[in-house]
Nanobody, 124 residues
Framework: QVQLMESGGGSVQRGGSLRLSCAAS????????MAWFRQRPGKSLEGVAY????????SYVLDVKHRFTVSKDNARNTLYLQMSNLEPEDSGVYRC?????????????????WGQGTQVTVFS
């Protein structure tokens, strides 16, 4: 079992920045893959970025690459998503999730535990 709690969402203007956090507790060693997903208005849940705790590999969906950075503080068992140069199209509910072994960016159904999410709103 793993419990996930996101924080750090809010409202910013276009071009602004936010840092999301996802605090994990429980069997975090087994569930080593952690990822960020988002649900934008009128769209399905989509992968944003992942961090593979086994080797530190990261991956991003194309439209956030070079603007978002995913990282993890192992001592705090916390996953971060630093978001810069935000655009209104980035608005939505951001959720973190975790699974065992290999990370995937697009297969949301493979993730086992999910947080409740944090709202990000970007004004133009």
């Amino acid at each position: 079992q793993v419990q996930l709690m996101e924080s750090g969402g809010g409202s910013v203007q276009r071009g602004g920045s936010l840092r999301l956090s996802c605090a994990a507790s429980g069997d975090t060693e087994t569930f080593s893959c952690m990822a960020w997903f988002r649900q934008r208005p009128g769209k399905s849940l989509e992968g944003v970025a992942y961090f593979d705790g086994r080797d530190g590999e990261t991956s991003y969906v194309l439209d956030v690459k070079h603007r978002f950075t995913v990282s993890k503080d192992n001592a705090r068992n916390t996953l971060y998503l630093q978001m810069s140069n935000l655009e209104p199209e980035d608005s939505g509910v951001y959720r973190c999730a975790t699974k065992k072994r290999t990370c995937f960016l697009y297969e949301t159904g493979l993730y086992t535990f999910w947080g409740q999410g944090t709202q990000v709103t970007v004004f133009s």
